[in-house]
């Protein structure tokens, strides 16, 4: 959450910490004015998870083959 709180701030996102994590644990928007702002945190959010998941079955990958 603070990683994404974090880079979407430095873009310019009005969107607080708590409202970012309100996003996060929700999937929901925060208001209608605000919908873009909540996309956007939520496609970061899965773009991180999905990043560390392939950078997880790599590591997993290795070690496979080290202990082959």
């Known amino acids: 959450g603070e990683r994404v709180y974090t880079s979407n701030a430095i873009e310019g996102s009005t969107l ?3 409202e970012t994590m309100v996003v996060l644990e929700t999937g929901q ?7 873009r702002e909540s996309r956007e945190a939520l496609n970061l ?4 998870r999905r990043s560390q998941d392939l950078i997880d079955s ?8 080290r202990l082959a």
Do not use: F, H, P, Q
């Open 16 to 18: 607080t910490r708590r």
């Open 29 to 35: 928007a925060i208001d209608v004015g605000r919908e």
């Open 45 to 48: 959010a899965l773009a991180l």
């Open 58 to 65: 790599v590591k997993g990958a290795n070690r496979e083959e």
